[in-house]
Structures are given as C-alpha cells and as structure tokens.
C-alpha cells in the first residue's frame, strides 16, 4: 500500500517541514506480501499465455506447410500416412467429435435434468441427501473406468449380446452412450443447484393460486432456474468435446465422416492422444498436426464456455 | 370455516387430464432416475467383479509384465501416482490459495486486469484435459524447459491442470468468512496480512482443504495429460526422482486395457478397483474435513 505524501507547513516557524513518512518495517513486510499474492494470481494468466502461445506458434508453422483451406474443409484426414498419401482435412475429426457428443447429450441431457427435477423438487429430503454427495463421487469417476467399462462391458455384452446391434469392437454408439453416462452427474448435478436456488416464494405463491406440482416443476422452476440450466447443459457439452480416453479407448481410431454409429470414430481429443504417445519428432509435421488439432479443439470449448457465460448473464434473475 | 377450508373449497378441482399428466411425468421422471443409476450401478459392479479377485498383496507390490499376467502388478504405477499427487499438492496449495487470497482480499474489481484474472480463471477451469497435455508437451517436455517425459514434468502439468479448481474453490471458502471479522481484527490495529493469517485463513481452512483434496483426487485420475506428455509404459522401476521416469495409475489402466490378452485386461480392473479405492478414501476424507471443521458464523 502506498504510503499517503503529506507535506504540511508548519506554522510556528514559518519554515516548511516535510512530514511525508519514510515506509516503515511493518508497511515494507505487507507490500512484500501484496507483491508476492499478484505474483501467484499472475501464474494462471501465464498458463493461459503459455498454452494459447505454444498452440499457436506450431499452428503457424503447419499452416506453412498445409494450406488452411485443406485443413479446414478436406474431408480425408490422415497425416501418418506415406507423403503421396497424406492428408489433412480436419472435417473427419471434428464430425467424429460432434457426432460422439451428440450421442452423448441425447442420453445425459434428458436423464440428467429429469434426475435433477426430481431431485431439487420431488424427493424427499432423506434421499436429497444421500444422492447428491454420490452425484458428487460419480462425477469424480476417472474417465478411463468408463473407456474400460465401455470396451469391455457395454459393447460385447449390452450392445451386442442384449440388444443384438452388430457393432465393431471399436464404435462410436458405445463410445457416445457411456459417454453420456459419464456427463450426467455433472448435468444433473449443476442443474439441481440451479433449481434449488430458486426461491420457495415462487413455488407456494403457485401453489396457491391452485397449480399442480407439475405445472410448479415445469411452468414456474425450470423457467425461473433457465440460466443455470442452460450453463449445466453446456458444461456437458465441454465435458463431452474434451473427453479424450474413453473415446480414444471405446471409439476406436479411424477418422470417419460417416453417421454410421456402429463404425468406428476418431474425435480431435482421441487423435491428439493416439498420435502424441509415440515418439515423433520435435517439428515434423506429425508434431505439428498435435497443435493444430488442439487448438481447433480449443477454440470450440473457448466457444462454448463463452456462450455459456453470456447466456447466464442474460437470462439470469436475481431473487432477494 | 377457517380461511384454509375456503381456499379449498374455492380452489377448482383438478380435472383426470392433470392426474393423468401428472402420473406420467413422475413416471417418465422415476424411469429416467432408475435408468441413471442403474447405469451407474452396472458400472461399478463390473470393474469390482472383475477386478477384486485380482487385488491381493502381491498385486500392489508387483511390477508390471508385459509376459506374465498373473506376475503382473501395480507398483511403480501406486509409486508414480502418490509422487505425482505431492508435486502437484506442493505447487497448488501455495498458488492456488495465494491466488484467491489476492483476489478476493487485496483485488479491486474494478481495476481492467483484476477482471482479466478473474475471466482467464474461469476460461482454464473449462480447457480439455488434453490441452493441458499439449502444453506440458511443448512447455515442459520439450521446447523452452525440456525437461523430457520425467516425473516433475508431469507434476508440474497436472497442477497447471487442477489450479483453477483449487482458486474456485479457495475463493468461495475465503468468501464466506464474514466482513465482521476481518473489521474486528483490523480495528484492533492488525494489518491486512495479519487478518488474512491469522483471522481469515483459519476461518477457511476446511473449505479450503476439502477443495484441494477433490481436486488431487482429480488430478491423479486424469489419463489423457500423462499420456500426451508421453508417460513410460508399463516401467518395471519406481521412479527415483523428479527426474526419473515414471507411470500412474491411469495410465498403467490404459495399457492394460489395450492389451489382446483378456487376462491382462483383468489386471486393467484390478487397478481401477486400487484407483477408485483410493478416490473413495481422499473423498471420505474431505467430506469428514468439511462435516468436521466447517465453521458455523
């Protein structure tokens, strides 16, 4: 904190006398401190300019050797390939990202909120108990048990054994589903927040004039706890896109454009992954294409979140 | 007739539709919960049949086989991740609570790089995993540290990973020791500093400690960051240092997982069955932390 100059005249001997105290010990130690807490604050925006700096640097350098509009719009990606048969269209990448996420949210999204109605408006308070702490715990399940669980539960036994689908070993349908497995606690979680934090004013004041406990859940809570909602779905949706081992693990690793689920999908996580635990040279293009693809996979959740956060801020309603 | 008995009587009667819709919805609601869980519980109940009759003593102090499955164990994996969670407690105690000290204590919001701070923080909270691999790849492993695919390597990226967490949750705890306090404090003539030491933090702690144990249990269950930055495979040492080579948990799991041999995958699900133990007991131990010490203002 910076000392305060005072320079005040004095009025006995008409002289001016300089009042303007020299920093003591004591003020020295607490601005060491002040310093040191910026330093530590300083760290995260370093990472972010480390992590925005190293993607972009090594994207530069393979856009100098690939040209964008390749990259961007070619639909056959496979980089690993002999030099004649080389190519680098993301397309398959990112198509193998959206169609495992959106596989994904069809299962998470409807169970996660219809769970999260339930538990912020219709269980009882034992349960409400219980269940969210394990919503918590389940949330925290590392992704590689759900890789494991989907390889070598859900696809042998669910897809192909009970429900009788001819699925590859590797596929984007098995993938996708345990995937959506995997975001529900965090939907269902983050949306019960929200909706629990809607005030019970709204509640009985609907209650009183005559509303059913349905028309409360769906007409006055959900409405009301939107912004949250909107920021829960979209928080799985990031989850979704980033999620790298159990696609890498269940999803196989064949960039593919096609809808068929039961094939086959590399995503952009998958890919970054795969190709990254050999050992390819500093600079090769190989390297470089790690970068590339990351920061495609990036910009899209930078995206998301942003839009998450000005969606909350929109619809947001502030309650006494 | 009280007032409720003539709400009642005024309030309509509702009609077999609304029944109907209700009973369908709380249906469709039990369903979706019941599927939820259900998943869930499968889950669970595979990696533990499959995998507990794997665990035993021998499992834990075994080194990894890539010949002999049955001779095949986790150590250098349980070494590597227990290293790998003190790094990372190491670096992100001190930044991280440092950092929401800052900012909620000594930051004036109003000032545009406070806000930059603040916006960057919630940004990497939601970065892939995978990013942070990319960077611990081109930052730490090679390019301007080169530290190459060693133990401080990993650490350091895990930590880079989970520290926004760690801030986010710092913050809220440090936020919700009141303002009386810190006023009665400096009223007596403590700085900031010694309010902060000696009033707030201690008024935080558990919040504060309970957040940094959920996110070392996330730390040590991430896969994709080790396995950028090039984690050894299945190694049949512990790592000596911070300079050594080393394995965790996850990635020892994701070998074995890729394995043809079925009989290694089992030894895949004995190693979660170690994994999840371990998130389960550093979870009990912050729910503990939290029921026990929370302070009550």
Not at chain 1, 123 to 150: D, H, S
Not at chain 1, 228 to 250: H, P, Q
Not at chain 1, 252 to 268: F, R
Not at chain 2, 15 to 24: F, N, Q
Request: charged share 15%.
């Amino acid at each position: 904190m910076a000392e305060p100059r005072l320079a005040a005249a004095s009025g006995a001997m008409g002289g001016r006398v300089d009042l303007t105290r020299t920093p003591s010990a004591r003020s020295r130690f607490e601005g060491a401190i002040r310093a040191g807490l910026i330093g530590a604050a300083c760290i995260s925006v370093l990472t972010t300019l480390a992590i925005v700096g190293s993607l972009i640097v090594e994207t530069v350098q393979f856009f100098g050797e690939v040209p964008i509009a390749d990259f961007l719009f070619g639909t056959r990606w496979a980089p690993t390939f002999a030099e004649s048969q080389q190519s680098f269209g993301v397309l398959p990448l990112v198509w193998g990202t959206v169609f495992v996420s959106l596989i994904a949210l069809a299962v998470a999204v409807p169970l996660g909120l219809l769970s999260a109605i339930y538990l912020a408006e219709y269980a009882p308070q034992r349960v409400r108990k219980v269940v969210k702490p394990v919503l918590e715990v389940l949330a925290g399940v590392p992704t590689i048990v759900f890789g494991y669980f989907a390889l070598t539960y859900f696809t042998p036994e669910v897809l192909r054994g009970v429900l009788g689908i001819e699925v590859g070993i590797f596929n984007a349908l098995s993938a996708g589903l345990i995937m959506g497995l995997l975001v529900l606690p965090t939907i269902a979680s983050v949306a019960e927040d929200a909706m629990s934090a809607v005030p019970a004013s709204l509640r009985e004041g609907a209650f009183g004039l005559g509303a059913s406990k349905l028309q409360v859940s769906l007409r006055i809570v959900f409405p009301a706890a939107l912004s949250g909602i909107v920021a829960a779905l979209i928080l799985g949706a990031s989850r979704a896109v980033g999620e790298t081992v159990l696609v890498l693990v269940a999803g196989g690793q064949i960039p593919s454009l096609s809808i068929d689920p039961t094939e086959s999908h590399q995503t952009m996580a998958a890919f970054v992954a795969a190709i990254s635990r050999g050992d390819i040279s500093t600079g090769s293009i190989e390297y470089l294409t790690i970068f590339a693809v990351g920061f495609t996979l990036l910009v899209i959740t930078l995206v998301l979140n942003i839009a998450s956060i000005r969606l909350v801020r929109k619809y947001r309603q502030v309650y006494e | 007739m009280t007032g409720a008995q003539i709400a009642a009587s005024v309030i309509p009667k509702r009609s077999g539709r609304d029944a109907a819709a209700e009973a369908g919805f709380r249906g469709t609601m039990y369903g979706a919960v019941g599927i939820a869980f259900l998943g869930l519980a499968v889950l669970i109940w595979d990696f533990t049949s499959d995998g507990a009759s794997v665990v035993s003593w021998d499992f834990l102090t075994s080194f990894p086989s890539r010949i002999i499955p049955e001779s095949s164990g986790v150590q250098s994996a349980l070494v590597g991740t227990v290293y790998l969670m003190a790094i990372c407690a190491v670096l992100v105690v001190p930044l991280g609570v440092a950092t929401a000290v800052y900012l909620e204590e000594y930051a004036d919001e109003g000032r545009w790089y406070n806000r930059l701070i603040e916006v960057n923080i919630q940004n990497l909270a939601s970065v892939p995993s995978v990013v942070y691999g990319i960077l611990g790849l081109a930052f730490i492993v090679r390019g301007p540290l080169g530290m190459g695919p060693v133990l401080l390597a990993g650490g350091i990226t895990l930590a880079l990973l989970v520290l926004p967490v760690v801030i986010i949750v710092a913050r809220e705890a440090i936020r919700a020791v009141p303002p009386s306090i810190r006023e009665g404090s400096l009223a007596l003539g403590a700085t900031q500093w010694q309010t902060i030491w000696k009033q707030v933090l201690p008024g935080s702690i558990a919040g504060i400690s309970t957040g940094v144990i959920l996110a070392l249990s996330r730390a040590i269950g991430e896969t994709a960051p080790l396995l950028v930055i090039g984690a050894a495979v299945s190694p049949r040492f512990n790592p000596e240092g911070l300079d050594s080579a080393f394995t965790a948990l996850p990635i020892q799991i994701f070998a074995w997982t890729q394995d043809p041999n079925q009989e290694f995958v089992a030894r895949a699900a004995g190693a979660i069955c170690v994994l999840m133990v371990i998130l389960l007991a550093m979870n009990s131990v912050a729910i503990w932390l939290r029921n026990r010490y929370e302070q009550k203002w």
